[in-house]
């Protein structure tokens, strides 16, 4: 069973716990991550999600996942996803934060990291995701246009649109 720890809306963590599925009180947020790979061109880390899921199934996607309660650091809960959605381990990968936006009763964090495009041959599918590839902008416009793309916010795409490859 999955619990999130709730916050305010600067991102302060309250005493609060809640499971997933239940309604998030009024003024309260819960955290969640969205990470976004670039390789060396200048090119996305795309996954495409399993038929079952019941977000946005058979969606092209990044790699994205609530907070779980008691991470504290937005990095390791990125670490975390890679391992459960990609296999990839802190070893193989680069991240750090970009910033945070509020889209409804979330704190929606991105993050940036760097993936060399020969390591996606180190990426192992699980039940999560079916495909994985790499797209350029254009490409994942191309995708949103065609209602392949999962339904993010128009801002979260604004600001990834805008992420410069940059890593420290």
Sequence with gaps: ????DLYNRDGHRLDIQIKRG????????HRVIHVWIINELGEFL?????????WF???WATTSGSVMSGEWDLIESAYREFEEELGLDATMIDIEFE?????????VSILKGFLPKYMTQSIRL???VSEVKWGTKSKISMLREAKEFAEYSEEL????????LNMN
């Design 1 to 4: 069973m999955e619990f999130w």
């Design 22 to 29: 239940e309604l998030i009180p009024e003024n309260t947020f």
């Design 46 to 54: 795309l996954q495409k999600r399993a038929p079952h899921l019941t």
């Design 57 to 59: 199934p058979n969606k």
């Design 99 to 107: 910033r945070d936006i509020i889209l409804g009763n979330s704190i």
């Design 126 to 128: 699980n039940d999560e």
């Design 157 to 164: 795409f604004q600001i990834v649109m805008n992420m410069k």
